[in-house]
Each structure stands twice: as structure tokens, then as C-alpha cells.
């Protein structure tokens, strides 16, 4: 079974411009999570969704948003880009229905100058 | 979910067993405890899980004592590449969905 696909894997932005990742999470997966990973705070979850509704939700400001769709794949978007946005963006999926037992993309690396 | 308390960082030779204990004070009757791996840029991997008395399998095994308040993810005979982070997470599944709380995790380093 292919694991959680992320794209693109590396970013270079400007501040001020926005940004999309994609993730596509294992087949038959229908929960997708969100994190974001920096050296300072560490691991920090964004959100969830599943069934293409946002069921949690991390303490991000509004700039970040997300969405999935009838096919589970999910998009993260970040507008008016910060330079401490930049981080890894790590994508999970599971099964879903309340499981600890996530599946972890690679991540994109973004990086805002 | 329960704060969890892991030291920040331990080293280790190859061939030999690491032992990485974990603080859970606040542990709740339905909290399970459960252990990730993280390899540099990469995404975090599912180690092991349990809620009571041992669980092993192919890569680890997890003793939890009977108050669980603490845990301990043992990792027999390791090798350089089991050099990697390793985060020790406490909260219970549930059918409201997932929001996994990492801490600062423990920085494994194996010499050789």
C-alpha cells in the first residue's frame, strides 16, 4: 500500500504571499491531520478533517486553513506568508474514528524570506 | 490530554538496550500510551501502544506499572540507526477524531 504522499517536498516563498500543500493520505484512510514542526515549538497540530469536514482544530491563527476532498486528499493553505511560517508541514492520516495510530507524510519544508 | 515529562535527551552505544521512561502523572482511566520515532526531516513513526503490564513487538517493547503514571519504551540492541527522536504521547482514541500532542521528545543518540 503507498504511504502518505505530500507535495511539493520544498518551498521558497515571500512574505506576504500565500501558499497550498496537497497531501494524499493510504487508501482507505478517511481522517487527515495537520502539523507543524519548528525548531523553537516543536510538533504542533494545525487541524483534522474527515469526511471532508474539519473536526479539531489547533490554536493557529486564521491564516491557516485547510480542506479535504470526496477522496480524502487534503490541502493546507497559508495566506500573507510570515518569515516564522516557515517550518515542516507534516501531513497524517488514519483511518479515522478516533485513531492514535497515525500514518505520517515526509513533509513539506517551506521556507518564507 | 495528560502532560507527559521525558528527558531530553540520552546517549547510547550499538548492541545495547535503551530504556526510555516516561512521566505521566495525570493519566486518565481511558488514556492510552503511545510512542513515535522521528527520524530527521522526516514525518513521525508509529513505535508501539499500549495501556497496561507490557506490550512487545518486532521493534519495541512498552512496560507500563500498574498505577501508570509512568512508562517505559525499551529498545533492545540498537544500531546507529535507531538514532532519532522518540516521543511519548498519552491521550485516549476516541470517535471525535485525533489531535496527537507532542512534547519535546527525547533525543536518542547511538555511538558506535
Known amino acids: 500500500k503507498a504511504g502518505v504522499t505530500q507535495t511539493p517536498r520544498y518551498l521558497i516563498k515571500t512574505r506576504g504571499q500565500q501558499v497550498t500543500l496537497s497531501c494524499s493520505p493510504i487508501s482507505g484512510h478517511r481522517s487527515v491531520s495537520w502539523y507543524q514542526q519548528t525548531p523553537g515549538q516543536g510538533l504542533q497540530f494545525l487541524f483534522e478533517y474527515f469526511s471532508e469536514t474539519q473536526r479539531n482544530k489547533g490554536n493557529f491563527p486564521g491564516r491557516f486553513s485547510g480542506r479535504q476532498f470526496s477522496n480524502s486528499r487534503s490541502e493546507m493553505n497559508v495566506s500573507t506568508l510570515e518569515l516564522g511560517d516557515s517550518a515542516l508541514y507534516l501531513c497524517?492520516?488514519?483511518?479515522?474514528?478516533?485513531?492514535?495510530?497515525?500514518?505520517f507524510g515526509p513533509g513539506t519544508r517551506l521556507t518564507v524570506t | 490530554l495528560a502532560k507527559t515529562t521525558q528527558p531530553i535527551s540520552m546517549d547510547s552505544y550499538e548492541g545495547q538496550e535503551v530504556n526510555i521512561t516516561c512521566s505521566h502523572n495525570n493519566i486518565a482511566t481511558n488514556d492510552y500510551i503511545t510512542w513515535y520515532q522521528q527520524f530527521p526531516s522526516q514525518g513521525p513513526r508509529f513505535i508501539i501502544q499500549g495501556y497496561k503490564t507490557k506490550v512487545t513487538n518486532e521493534v519495541a517493547s512498552l512496560f507500563i506499572p500498574a498505577d501508570r503514571k509512568s512508562s517505559t519504551l525499551s529498545l533492545p540492541r540498537v544500531s546507529l540507526s535507531d538514532t532519532a527522536v522518540y516521543y511519548c504521547l498519552v491521550g485516549a482514541p476516541t470517535a471525535a477524531g485525533n489531535k496527537l500532542t507532542f512534547g519535546g521528545g527525547t533525543r536518542v543518540l547511538v555511538k558506535p
Open positions: 497524517a492520516s488514519s483511518l479515522g474514528g478516533g485513531q492514535y495510530e497515525q500514518y
